[in-house]
Nanobody
Framework: QVQLAESGGGLVQAGGSLRLSCETS????????MGWFRQAPGKEREFVAG????????AYADSVKGRFTISRDIAKNTEYLYMNSLKPEDTAVYFC?????????????????WGKGTLVTVSS
């Protein structure tokens, strides 16, 4: 089993920044992808950003490209999502997730493990 724990959410004004963290523990995989997802009230959960095990390959949703950055600190077993120039439409519960895979998937579905989420609220 893998446990994922998100933190760093909160209330921020439009144009501000936040850093989300996702600490992983438990079983480790040699090859995997980790991703950030979000779910706004009344909407389906959507992919935000992802990274493969090498940390060399990343993917972003069009809505966050140029504003969000994903990274991973292997020593701390923690993945980060740096969010800049936040907009009210970024308001959502943000989840991190992981699945066994060698490279970036064509579709970020069927993740193996999920965290419980952290709430980000962007005020206008």
């Amino acid at each position: 089993q893998v446990q994922l724990a998100e933190s760093g959410g909160g209330l921020v004004q439009a144009g501000g920044s936040l850093r989300l963290s996702c600490e992983t523990s438990g079983r480790s995989f040699s090859y995997y992808v980790m991703g950030w997802f979000r779910q706004a009230p009344g909407k389906e959960r959507e992919f935000v950003a992802g990274m493969d095990w090498s940390r060399k390959n990343t993917a972003y949703a069009d809505s966050v490209k140029g504003r969000f950055t994903i990274s991973r600190d292997i020593a701390k077993n923690t993945e980060y999502l740096y969010m800049n120039s936040l907009k009210p439409e970024d308001t959502a519960v943000y989840f991190c997730a992981v699945k066994r895979a060698y490279g970036l998937p064509s579709a970020w579905v069927n993740m193996d493990y999920w965290g419980k989420g952290t709430l980000v609220t962007v005020s206008s």
